[in-house]
Every structure is written in structure tokens, then in C-alpha cells.
């Protein structure tokens, strides 16, 4: 089995190596981050200063302007960074074990899924909290339509559109429309 760890678990995990994703000092920034994100869920979209101080509170950096909906989810949020203008539509699920870089006027639709994370296909090693993660970059001007899945270690080229219900394996190049499981180009914008 792998046993991976040092003293920084939030940089290991980060790096792309396998690491046990069960220790305590990560359980307790995802705790931490999924009261912010419950307290984010509750508060009317009306209370727009409340709601704009818990993002940037969640958010390891953000724009001056943007639009989150309710509901939202991430793991740790620290390792998010997104651009100005950004529009990120319900039920939003970032799971940001590594970095997770969003570019400027990004839209990304209803049911959208995030995923840097990589559990271990052996399951004695999965039940132990093996795991990896590796980041997933949006460039500028991107388009994601309503519940596409964008997996680890995905790059989506600036001016892509990416469509409905897809499933994001591999990089997409810029200014494509890109749509399907798995998702691949079409054709050029």
C-alpha cells in the first residue's frame, strides 16, 4: 500500500502524488470549508455584501465581479483562483484538492462538476484514503453549458464552449465547441 505523507499535506496533495487523503489536518480544512460553504447556502441572494465576503472568504482568490449561486460546494477552496466576471449557476461542485484556475468571463452553467481528485483503483488502497490530485485550468472567455463533469488534470483552451452533459477527459484545445463522453472537439468558433 502507499503511505505518502510529509509535513504539508495540503502541498503534497497538490503535487500529483499519491498521498493517504484521510489525515486529520485535511479533514479539518474541509470541515472548516464546508461550514462556509453551508453558511454561503443559506443566505438569500439579497444579502449580496454577506454572501460576497463568505467567497472571498472561501475563495483563495477571485475577481472583483462575479455571480455565485446557491447552492455551492468546494472541499478546501483555497486552492481556486478565478478571474474577473465570472458566473458560476446552481449546484456549482468544485473539488479543489489541487489548484483549480479560472480565467476571465467564464460562465459555467447549472450542475456543473470540478474534479481534481484521483482515488486509488486498488480498493484496499481507495478504503484507506489513497489518493491523487491534479489541476484543472479554464482559460479565458469559456463557456461550460449545464451538468458537464470536467475531470483532473483537464486544460479547456480560451473561447471553448463546451457542451451540455458532457464528460471532460482530456484536454480541449482554444476556440473549439467541444461536446460528448468523452468530450472532444467539433469544430472551431
Known sequence: MRKIMNADNMELLGSGEWMNGFADDLGEKL???????????????????????????????????????????????????????????????????????????????????????????????????IMKALPITIGDNVWIAANVVVLPGVTIGERSVIGAGSVVTKSIPQGVLAVGNPCRPVREI
Open 31 to 129: 470541515a472548516v470549508c464546508e461550514d462556509l460553504c453551508f453558511s454561503l447556502n443559506m443566505l438569500p441572494p439579497s444579502r449580496k455584501d454577506e454572501r460576497e465576503a463568505l467567497v472571498r472568504k472561501i475563495f483563495g482568490a477571485i475577481g472583483r465581479r462575479f455571480t455565485i449561486h446557491s447552492p455551492f460546494h468546494c472541499d478546501f477552496g483555497s486552492n481556486i483562483s478565478v478571474g474577473e466576471n465570472f458566473v458560476g449557476n446552481f449546484n456549482l461542485t468544485i473539488l479543489d484538492e489541487a489548484k483549480v484556475t479560472i480565467g476571465d468571463n467564464v460562465f459555467i452553467g447549472p450542475n456543473v462538476s470540478l474534479c481534481t481528485v484521483v482515488h486509488s483503483f486498488d480498493a484496499e488502497e481507495r478504503n484507506a484514503g
